[in-house]
């Protein structure tokens, strides 16, 4: 019982770590990457899409993003989304293409991209402390319940916090990596 407990909390740990991950890949670095605009959001034919289905993104240098539309029609709703996004991109469309060059981040907005990842990087250790807690309440109403002895719970519960531990650790490393990343000139 308490085996299915832990492994249903790493499930979701590790639930809460790859879209902590998935946030981070977002986040703006020095470089140019297609997953910067995986969030991206384009208005096609009254329907809002996810812009990787209606164009090839690729980086062929690292201070560049080029946008191939398969639909040459949408070049106007793709750029008005790139405009609109949060990321602070400034596209350039020939009508075939379109490129999104990346300026040096200035210090102060590494500043702000690193304050950020602190931010996710908390949202994701305190959904897995919540984990933990929902789980300790699984173990205390198993006790509770008689299915299992005082002694079993406790070692539960040091079992679920040394998981908890190894997930909250994974959070803060790459953490700090990306923050490297950021502040890497």
Known sequence: MIDDLLKEAEVKMQKSLDAMQR???????????PALLERVQVDYYGAMTPLQQLAQVHAPE??????QPYDRTAIGNI????????????PANDGQVIRIPFPPLTEERRKELVKVVKHRVEEAR?????????????????????????????RGQEQLQKVT????????????????EILEV
């Open 23 to 33: 946030e981070m890949a977002t986040i703006r670095t020095g470089r140019a990457t």
């Open 62 to 67: 690292a201070r560049l993003l080029v946008i």
């Open 79 to 90: 750029e008005k989304a790139l405009q609109k996004s949060e990321l602070g991109l400034n």
């Open 126 to 154: 305190v959904a897995i402390r919540n984990i933990r807690r929902d789980e300790q309440h699984g173990i205390q109403e198993f006790e509770k319940e008689g299915l299992i002895s005082q002694d079993d719970a406790k």
């Open 165 to 180: 531990d190894r997930f909250v650790h994974i959070a803060d490393e790459t953490g700090t990596r990306k923050e490297h």
